[in-house]
């Protein structure tokens, strides 16, 4: 399966814990992109790595939030002091470099978070 | 903040019939896309129309892409008990960082009754 990779698919953790998700995206891709995404809404921007380099964070992502892409390939999310309002599905996505004609991105099945 | 809307938000049809989702946004674009989404899984990428197409069709699917009022159609043809999911616009912008971003609308959920 060369598609983008998520794992773990399921996380339940106690508030207060940390948490960790890992995004493999497609190979060749150099742009990778963290959503998150609670019921019955679409998917929220949260960041966005070129290569290694984190160009863009949104104000959803708060300073319990990081993320790193070391180099260049996978990407991992962290979430520390875990609180109910995290809980919800982190999705990631990459795409190719292609200005000219606009980039299909592509996603992965998304890691489930439940903060109890 | 999401910048498409779609409408309607959910729609329940017969296999066989059409089903016609549609999406509003604010600003520019430089694309948009739709996406499906089964229950509890990823999103599927459907098709991608640029700025300066106005239809595109893969298979029985059928998009419509009107900038000049900020408006994009998806019609699925023939319907199957299969097709129901959650279809998503998303608008895809140049940003100042020069990358491109995907903003989703909240989505329409579709159900197809056998």
């Known amino acids: 399966d060369t598609g983008v990779s998520q794992n773990p698919r399921h996380k339940i953790t106690k508030r207060g814990q940390n948490v960790t998700f890992r995004c493999d995206p497609i190979s060749e891709h150099n742009r990778l992109y963290w959503y998150r995404q609670t019921l019955g809404q679409g998917p929220e921007f949260l960041t966005y790595?070129?290569?290694?380099?984190?160009?863009?964070k949104s104000r959803l992502l708060s300073d319990r939030f990081s993320a790193e892409r070391p180099k260049g390939s996978f990407s991992t999310l962290e979430i520390q002091r875990t609180e109910q309002g995290d809980s919800a599905m982190y999705l990631c996505a990459s795409s190719l470099t292609r200005p000219s004609s606009g980039n299909t991105i592509y996603f992965g099945e998304g890691s489930w978070l439940t903060v109890v | 903040s999401q910048q498409g809307e779609e409408d309607p938000q959910a729609l329940s049809i017969q296999e066989g019939e059409n089903a016609t989702m549609n999406c509003s946004y604010k600003?520019?674009?430089?694309?948009l896309q739709w996406y499906r989404q089964n229950s509890g899984r990823g999103l599927v990428h459907l098709i991608l129309?640029?700025?300066?197409?106005r239809e595109k069709h893969s298979g029985r699917l059928r998009v419509t892409l009107d900038t000049s009022k900020k408006s994009s159609s998806l019609l699925i043809t023939a319907s199957r008990a299969a097709d129901t999911a959650s279809y998503f616009c998303a608008t895809d912008r140049w940003t100042a960082g020069g990358y491109n971003k995907l903003i989703f609308g909240a989505g329409t959920r579709l159900a197809v009754h056998p």
């Open positions: 600003t520019s674009i430089n694309n």
């Open positions: 790595f070129q290569n290694e380099a984190q160009l863009e």
């Open positions: 129309i640029r700025s300066n197409e």
